[in-house]
């Protein structure tokens, strides 16, 4: 397992880089780096594992080789499962062992596996953390944290799966699905709005 291949997936700000050990169609095995940290902390551990798996070790955004987030986009935690959740879409893993290492004092890379465990568990078959931290959520806080979380990521993949070619109305489809969307507009409020928020191409 010394010799490994460099993979990219595309994602909305350019892509995900990733390192790859063994064969593809080995047992998945998702693994997650540290804090400023990149692919290469798991250099000199995958040698030592068993050969009959495929390991794929992801640079997160803004490190490694993987592209930076847009000048003035913060890197939040959900941001983080969501590029696990986009590489798992990627590789098309429905079910795959993650692995995390610490992320500093903080245990982030352990943090985000936890979370996204917590909210895909029919993906994860197992789960490897390398010198974690607990992940805490109060019960009476599960459900609703799991609902939220889970359908702000899936709607989010699902509107950059549906991302082509833009779509055209004429002015007066595109009015008449601004008020629909909308019941508090008035029909001028909305000819208004359109005039700003609406680009005129050539073809409509």
Sequence with gaps: LGMFSELKFLVPWGHVAAKAWGHSEGHPVLCLHGWLDNANTFD????????????VAMDFSGHGLSSHRPAG??????DY???????????????FTLMGHS???FSFSCFMSLQ????????????ILLESLGFLL???????WLKSKRSVIDRLLSLEAEQQTPKVWSP?????????????????????????GATVTPAG
């Excluded at 996204?116 to 789960?127: A, H």
Aim: proline fraction near 6%; aromatic fraction near 10%; hydrophobic fraction near 45%.
């Design 81 to 95: 499962v969501t590029d696990v959740r986009r590489v798992a879409a990627a590789l098309k893993w429905r079910r």
């Design 116 to 127: 996204f465990c917590f909210l895909y568990p029919e993906m994860v078959d197992k789960l």
């Design 172 to 196: 007066e489809a595109a009015l008449q699905r601004l008020l629909e969307a909308n019941s508090h507009l008035t029909a001028e409020g909305g000819a208004i709005l359109l005039q700003r």
């Design 138 to 144: 109060a019960p009476e806080d599960t459900e609703a």
């Design 73 to 78: 986009c913060p890197y939040h935690f959900l």
């Design 44 to 55: 000199k551990l995958i040698p030592l594992l068993p050969r009959d798996c495929y390991y």
């Design 103 to 105: 992320m500093g004092n």
